[in-house]
């Protein structure tokens, strides 16, 4: 009898090295950067994270058309700015997903914050607008008009922070002590439009972001 899921201890180490190396292509999306009041930064970040000197929030919304770990799916996030020992990064405080197997990827191997949503990119001439649903309401929208092609930025680094944990079965604690995770995203862009356009943030119970107001939108 053969077990079709069981896994040779040389196909389990080559999936760990893919799943420690994933690449995604072909996406395409929307995204914003916009300035909050540094008080709710600071309010948000968890030790040993600390603010930078600027409050800034980057949103987005993107489709991820293929990688070498899942099939396409709709990505999207809000993330504060934060820095580590001199690393400066982000610190996201929400993460959703189309599907749940990308949920499943990123939360239990880095610790992002990850949920199921209905996440679309839509481009209509030069429209474009990025929305994320979940329980019935669009709590997160970008949108806007292209104005204007720029030059695609170099190769470049950025870096993320989440904290992996596990809860206690008895509900004292944790499992272990926290883990603190620095995921390092390298890649360029073929293909940048500058948008005149908006951030949108709305009420909802389950994903209260509209608590990191707009202040002043930056791109």
């Known amino acids: 009898m053969q077990l079709r899921y069981v896994k040779t201890l040389e196909e389990t180490a080559a999936l760990q090295q893919l799943y420690a190396e994933p690449a995604f292509e072909r996406?395409?999306?929307?995204?914003?950067?916009?300035?909050?009041?540094p008080e709710i930064i600071a309010a948000v970040l968890p030790p040993p994270l600390q603010p930078t000197d600027e409050p800034?929030?980057?949103?987005?919304?993107?489709?991820?058309?293929?990688?070498?770990?899942?099939?396409?799916?709709?990505?999207?996030?809000?993330?504060?700015?934060?820095q580590y020992e001199g690393i400066v990064g982000s610190y996201p405080l929400t993460m959703p997903m189309s599907t749940d197997s990308a949920v499943i990827f990123g939360r239990e191997l880095y610790g992002e914050p990850k949920?199921?949503?209905?996440?679309?990119?839509?481009?209509e001439g030069d429209h474009a607008a990025g929305t994320v649903q979940r329980y019935g309401i669009t709590y997160l929208?970008?949108?806007?008009?292209?104005?204007?092609?720029?030059?695609?930025?170099?190769?470049?680094?950025?870096?993320?922070?989440?904290?992996?944990?596990?809860?206690?079965?008895?509900?004292?604690?944790?499992?272990?002590?926290?883990?603190?995770?620095?995921?390092?995203?390298?890649?360029?862009?073929?293909?940048?439009?500058?948008?005149d356009g908006e951030v949108i943030l709305r009420e909802s119970p389950h994903d209260p972001v509209v608590d990191v107001p707009v202040r002043k939108l930056l791109g």
């Open 56 to 82: 800034l929030v980057t949103v987005s919304v993107s489709h991820i058309g293929a990688s070498n770990t899942l099939q396409p799916f709709g990505a999207a996030g809000l993330a504060v700015a934060a």
């Open 141 to 195: 929208e970008i949108r806007g008009t292209v104005v204007e092609s720029v030059e695609p930025p170099g190769p470049g680094e950025s870096s993320r922070f989440y904290f992996k944990f596990m809860p206690a079965p008895d509900g004292d604690g944790f499992d272990n002590d926290p883990v603190l995770v620095r995921v390092r995203h390298t890649g360029g862009s073929r293909l940048v439009e500058r948008l």
């Open 27 to 37: 996406s395409c999306g929307v995204s914003a950067v916009y300035e909050t009041d």
């Open 115 to 123: 949920k199921v949503a209905e996440i679309n990119v839509v481009r």
